[in-house]
């Protein structure tokens, strides 16, 4: 019989890129996607507290180092919080360190990811993007993103099972470099992606190995030849600092992933830059939106462009630091904005409204919108209300999406 | 586009057919996807499983709420869940069973055309623990997307490395057995 991965190539090569040769096509779910980057990668020490709510990727990635395809050491603690400390004396001590959490384990972890963030800790956690209590629920949407926000890691988000792959294999080389050196969320939405099987083409071991390189600490822990203090107090006359310092640091985080980005377009011919500008030609309103239900939403504005609507969608995949700049320049021509949020800031505007609107002051007439919370669906209806919405006044309110449809399908 | 709905009990591997049959089409060159029904996983409790292939990739990631067929796995759904809800009048309803055709409709009140399948029985026949490659095999056959030499490669890439290999030639037999029962019967199919 013919080799699985020669008939899966054949398949793929259907529509291979231009550039970049064609991979070998495989059915994974989102997690397992991720997994597999992370077999990819071999990093030195995964801490993870492997219960709920877990994601399966820490399933898969134990598998991987139970047969043998990995060599690091998977450190199992009792707590998300432990994890992400064992993360932080790991990846300071010299060693490539990863986790993977989702929704109250990442919340969790968010008071040692400040600190991973200010002691330059570059770790990446692989998230299934998932819901906060209360009240309990484990269903996919960006509340846990959003609490860790003003972590200072870089937030990246996956529309689908192959970008969880991908994000996940550009991520160490751009937290790791030298210009950065900080600690990235890589989100997918949990269960849409997380347990959803696609296929994904995933790059030769070799070859994704070649492109992540080997980690360097230059200012190692335990380097008893130089002897440095990590972690120190920092009083009233260094903090400002100091946060301003790991700030910027954030802050050329984009103009890395742009290198990142085009690197890994020329090794794969697929595209992982900041922002996804689908159908911007001529676009009076645009749609501005992160994770799965872009992938919705290009359905849609495919149906409504070719009703002669003026429609576009911007995708944005790296939200901290935010391509301000880039997004003001693509938006510049649309009548409409309208943002949609999978999560809240009760009292306030939703997150990715905020810096959409703030990017845009006075620029154009932005709207919020919001849907998808606790794993609500997120359809064709609620993309088409949403585009209906942007011809009409506008408000000063977030307008819900889907609210009330509730019951299971 | 073709949107599958699978009905069954957790363990009764409707997740599994739901994989194997993303599996096999995307190895005859579909884009697919596959996906359980995102609630807490319990033995015995109803479950749900769904399927999109298409020639073009498949970008949305909302749920299956119009399939072009329903899949139940254990006829003990018929009367707890919804298992005809969107299924339109063209919409085939595939019913591992040993009731008859008049029967699952009472119980449904699908009008569309029925096909009512011992898959448990089939599938013991052939050695099967599970009456999912029996259903794999009919649907792949009624879909007509799926050569059955893919779908038994398909199962021997998703099985391979976890059945024995009597289990996995068990699960094959069954699938092939599915597929020509299928393949002798024409249901009204629009895809």
Redesign the interface.
Known sequence: ?AS?GA??AA?AG??APAEGRVAA?R?LTGAQAAAEAMRQIDPDVVPVYPITPQTPIIEAFARHLAEGRVHGEMVHVESEHSAMSAAVGSALAGARTMTATASQGLAYMVEVLYLAASLRAPIVVAVGNRALSGPIN???DHSDAMLARDSGAVQLFA??AQEAYDLMLCAPRLCEHPEVRLPALVGQ?G???S?????VALLEDAEAQAFVGPYREEDALLDVDRPLTHGAFAMPDAYFEIKVEQAKALERAEGVWAETAAAYRRLSGRDVAAVEAYRLEGAGRVLVAMG??A??A??VVDELRARGEDVGLLKIRLFRPFPRARIAALLSGATAVGVLDRALSPGGWPPLYAEVAATLAGQVRVQSFVAGLG?R????EEIHALFAALGGAGGQESVYLGLGRGG?? | MVEIRWHGRGGQGAKTA??LL??AQ??A?L??????????ERTGAPMRAYNRADRR?????????RPDVAVVLDDSLLGEEAVAAGLGPGGLLLVNTRLGEEAVRRATGHTGPVACLDADGMGRAHGARYANPVLVGALAAHLGDVPLEELL?AA??LWGGRLSGQALAANQAAAAAGFAWAEGRRWAWAG
């Open positions: 019989m699985d008939r899966s398949v259907a529509d096509r059915l484990i269903h996919g529309e689908n939405d269960f849409t992606i347990h959803s099987a696609e296929p799965s239900a992938g919705t290009k359905d794993g669906d997120v359809g064709p299971w399908r | 739901s994989q993303a599996l995307m190895r060159g884009e697919v996807q596959a996906f359980p029904e995102y609630g807490p990739p498949i970008r949305r990631h909302d749920g299956v709420t490669a021997s890439e």
